[in-house]
């Protein structure tokens, strides 16, 4: 295998990864429930599970 001849920087390592960094999530507001859960996400209400599926939709039309 190959190695280095030279020892690299810190300067150098710190600008490669400056791209790897925590991002904070986008939250949604459910229309039904009110609660605030993350996008394309099932999430759980007292133990009721929500989200995209055709029950939720249903329950949507049935609402409004």
């Known amino acids: 295998m190959a190695h280095p001849k030279r020892r690299q920087s810190h300067t150098r390592g710190a600008k490669r990864r400056t791209h790897y960094k925590a991002e904070v999530p986008t939250l949604a507001t459910c229309p039904v429930t009110g609660t605030i ?24 039309k049935f609402f409004s």
């Not at 859960?37 to 949507?60: F, L, W």
């Open 37 to 60: 859960h993350v996008y394309h996400r099932a999430y759980y209400v007292d133990g009721d599970r929500h989200g995209r599926s055709k029950e939720i939709i249903k329950q949507r």
